[in-house]
């Protein structure tokens, strides 16, 4: 199980970003022990969700 702490860093977000994520159960939210746990699978789940097709690729000039 993850902190928010944990997921802030992993998405490279604020912890009120991921506060915000489970508030709004966009990835779903523990709580243990008084504190917010999120599943690691939950977490990659939701960036899989995030994955954007790129359909055109320029390179440097």
Known sequence: ???IKQVSEMLNVT???VRN???GEVIPAY???GQIRFREQDV???L???KIK???VKEAE
């Open 54 to 56: 790129v359909t055109e």
């Open 15 to 17: 912890a009120q970003t």
């Open 1 to 3: 199980m993850l902190s």
């Open 31 to 33: 709580r243990i022990g």
């Open 48 to 50: 899989d969700r995030q």
């Open 21 to 23: 994520l489970a508030n």
């Open 44 to 46: 990659l789940a939701y």
